[in-house]
């Protein structure tokens, strides 16, 4: 990059800075996360700039991934490595857990949707501590319901506000309890290696100061130029990211481990530091025509506006339609058949990363590979079958209103029995008008 | 009459319902506007949605081309299907770029988008009728998506009396025929519910939407017909027609 290294003492380890909501919105968040009506920071503003940042994270990924491993290979107190896949990296876990197959993670999508899934076939048992934090509180109101009740906080210019809560610059600790926590970075700055959180509870916070081995999991494309670069992502997550935030809150019973529980271990200095840095597919993406994916940021701003959302989050894992575009390019995602390309998910997205089109794309390609079931097949050409439909009409009306012929029409077609199909008009349009054409 | 469009009808209008095309015909001809129908095949969305690549390349380029001859002299292209606009202005270019297609994409328009801003230049006869009527308008993905959502209510607006006392831009659930099948059917009517209880829940005299999927959708939960904004507006013009002939 040809910047000049930072002049300050390297330290044992790189600082990791965790960012929270602003401090005087934290007081009213016992329930929920609250807004600040006065706060209306230019969004516009903040999208050009944040798009500065990941096209040059996309650009120069190679030589941010060097950079980072030099300032990172300076600090005497950390462990480096570097996975190109899940096996990989959950090897490297295993490797170095010590005994202990217990885990926190967070709420990551790299943690949760890529390393999780090989973790747990390793044997390792894992929480999503994130949602144990509910547990005082006592009558948690789910006031969000569904993606659609969602306020539109954005519209009404209403945004949250992050600054810096903790910074951890050492290891030292008397609270350190024997467990993994296993932390997806939202971003790390490849000049000096300071690595950014953002939180909403304070489970990463707990985590940094009581799990004996701490993995940081630096995705490819979370790897920034700089410390302001990185903190400004960061930010921009928690802004863009809010509504979806809401969307998540609420305790999970299945993820209520309790950490706290576990004995303080004696002496309690033995703490590691590993940072993972996790390929799994991303460095294809650039040169596979995919590249705009890297430019994603994780907000999950798309997720807000996407209706099968819903449905597919219920499945485990961190959904967003970027993530489920991911997952199949991964392969651990079958064809994207639940899009059904309503286009919403560009919307808000702040990089402005055209999801449809990906989606589109990735369709195409695989059925290009693998072909079209027959079913598909049939109903590729809807001109056909409504030429014939208005050439028989009103037999053709007849019929798809049988209630004797649905069944069939659903095993062969594949067109459920009560699906409402059209009816057809024995005059179209073009025989409306005088000759067929008007032009 | 001097001024001319193109209409790209599509197949829900030329197939299912060609009172769309006809009152979008009558429409322009009030405004003096001449409407030019070039042979046209079915836009190309569906056959994407089916992953038929070769079926949608033949014709999206069969399109584009007689569009762009017939809108060569400089006409606009208008079309009253939200999915085929989306296709022409936008999905289509990735997948199947050329001359014509760049061309047809920018000179494609919504029929409420480019009626409003035929009224936003003062030259959108708005000699329509009393219309006493409270209407429900749902904003279809594809026009969302293009950030068209204001243009079809403030368009409505325009009818004296008519007042679009709810608005829904929730999805619908239909994505075509995606809802119509077998493995999808479930999780389409389980999208589609806030709409059709927003529906239920509505005192108003129409539902009012430019898709024809929305409209068999919300017809499928609720029994309620909905129409097509441009048949509205075709309505307080005849009525129009008829108070001042009586």
């Keep these: 990059m040809g910047k000049e290294r930072p002049k300050e003492v390297v330290a044992e380890i790189p600082s990791i800075l965790v960012l929270e909501p602003a401090a005087e919105q934290r007081k009213r968040r016992a329930a929920g996360v609250e807004v600040r009506k006065e706060f209306q920071p230019d969004l516009e503003s903040i999208k050009t700039h944040l798009k500065e940042i990941r096209h040059h994270s996309r650009d120069n990924h190679?030589?941010?991934?060097?950079?980072?491993?030099?300032?990172?290979?300076q600090y005497a107190g950390l462990k480096l490595a570097i996975a190109s896949d899940v096996k990989q990296a959950a090897s490297y876990i295993k490797e170095i857990a010590g005994g202990t197959d217990l885990a926190s993670i967070n709420k990551s999508n790299v943690v949760i949707n890529e390393i999780r899934p090989e973790l747990e076939a390793s044997g390792f048992k894992t929480y999503i501590r994130y949602f144990t934090e509910f547990k005082n509180i006592d009558k948690f109101e789910r006031k969000v319901e569904d993606y659609w009740a969602l306020p539109g906080l954005h519209e009404r210019g209403l945004?949250?506000?992050?600054?810096?809560?903790?910074?951890?610059?050492?290891?030292?600790?008397?609270?350190?309890?024997?467990?993994?926590?296993?932390?997806?970075?939202?971003?790390?700055?490849?000049?000096?290696?300071?690595?950014?959180?953002?939180?909403?509870?304070?489970?990463?916070?707990?985590?940094?100061?009581?799990?004996?081995?701490?993995?940081?999991?630096?995705?490819?494309?979370?790897?920034?130029?700089?410390?302001?670069a990185a903190s400004f992502q960061t930010r921009s997550m928690g802004i863009f990211g809010l509504e979806s935030v809401l969307l998540d809150l609420g305790p999970k019973e299945i993820e209520g481990y309790d950490f706290e529980s576990l004995p303080i271990l004696a002496g309690g200095q033995d703490r590691e530091l590993h940072v993972l840095i996790l390929d799994n597919g991303r460095g294809g993406l650039v040169?596979?025509?995919?590249?705009?994916?890297?430019?994603?940021?994780?907000?999950?701003?798309?997720?807000?506006?996407?209706?099968?959302?819903?449905?597919?989050?219920?499945?485990?894992?961190?959904?967003s339609p970027k993530n489920y575009l991911f997952g199949f390019l991964q392969g651990w995602l079958p064809p994207t058949e639940a899009c059904f390309h309503c286009g919403r998910c560009q919307v808000e997205c702040p990089v402005d990363i055209d999801i449809p089109t990906l989606i589109w794309r990735a369709q195409l390609e695989h059925y290009v590979r693998h072909g079209r079931t027959w079913k598909k097949r049939l109903l590729d050409n809807p001109e056909l079958l409504a030429k014939l439909g208005s050439l028989t009409a009103p037999l053709s009306n007849w019929a798809k209103d049988n209630s004797l012929l649905k069944p069939i029409m659903e095993t062969l077609v594949g067109l459920h029995r009560k699906a409402q199909l059209p009816a057809f008009h024995r005059q179209t349009l073009r025989k409306l008008i005088k000759g067929g054409s008007r032009g | 009459m001097a001024e001319k469009i193109i209409y790209f009808a599509g197949c829900f209008a030329n197939y299912y319902d060609p009172e769309i095309g006809k009152a979008l015909i009558e429409v322009m001809e009030r405004n003096g506007i001449e409407v030019l129908v070039p042979e046209q095949k079915c836009c190309g969305m569906p056959m994407m949605a089916n992953s038929n690549v070769k079926g949608a390349a033949k014709n999206f380029n069969y399109n584009v081309k007689s569009l762009a001859r017939a809108a060569s002299p400089g006409y606009d292209i208008i079309t009253t299907c939200p999915s085929c606009n989306l296709m022409l202005r936008k999905e289509g270019l990735p997948f199947f770029d050329s001359e014509e297609a760049s061309f047809v994409s920018s000179h494609v328009y919504d029929a409420g988008e480019y009626l409003l801003r035929l009224h936003n230049q003062s030259r959108l006869d708005t000699h329509f009728r009393e219309t006493p009527l409270k209407v429900f308008y749902h904003n279809p993905c594809h026009l969302k998506v293009q950030n068209i959502t204001k243009e079809p209510v403030a368009l409505l607006k325009l009818i004296p009396g008519l007042?679009?006392?709810?608005?829904?831009?929730?999805?619908?659930?239909m994505g075509g025929s995606y809802g119509m099948k077998k493995d999808n059917?479930?999780?389409?009517?389980?999208?589609?519910?806030?709409?059709?209880?927003?529906?239920?829940?509505?005192?108003?005299?129409?539902?009012?939407?430019?898709?024809?999927?929305?409209?068999?959708?919300?017809?499928?939960?609720?029994?309620?017909?909905?129409?097509?904004?441009i048949i509205l507006l075709n309505e307080a013009y005849r009525s129009s027609e008829a108070s001042e002939a009586a």
């Design chain 1, 62 to 73: 190679s030589v941010l991934l060097e950079e980072l491993q030099r300032s990172l290979g």
């Design chain 1, 159 to 228: 945004v949250e506000s992050f600054d810096i809560a903790k910074t951890v610059t050492q290891l030292n600790s008397s609270e350190v309890r024997d467990y993994l926590a296993i932390l997806g970075v939202n971003a790390i700055s490849a000049e000096d290696g300071f690595a950014f959180f953002l939180q909403h509870m304070s489970n990463i916070s707990k985590d940094l100061q009581q799990a004996r081995k701490i993995v940081l999991v630096v995705s490819l494309e979370k790897v920034v130029q700089d410390r302001e």
């Design chain 1, 287 to 319: 040169s596979g025509g995919y590249q705009d994916l890297f430019l994603c940021i994780d907000c999950r701003a798309c997720a807000r506006q996407c209706p099968i959302g819903l449905h597919l989050v219920k499945k485990g894992w961190v959904y």
């Design chain 2, 163 to 173: 007042e679009v006392s709810g608005v829904n831009t929730s999805c619908c659930g």
């Design chain 2, 185 to 229: 059917y479930a999780l389409s009517v389980e999208i589609a519910r806030k709409v059709w209880e927003e529906v239920k829940s509505t005192e108003e005299d129409r539902v009012v939407t430019e898709c024809g999927g929305c409209n068999l959708q919300i017809e499928a939960g609720t029994g309620i017909r909905g129409v097509h904004p």
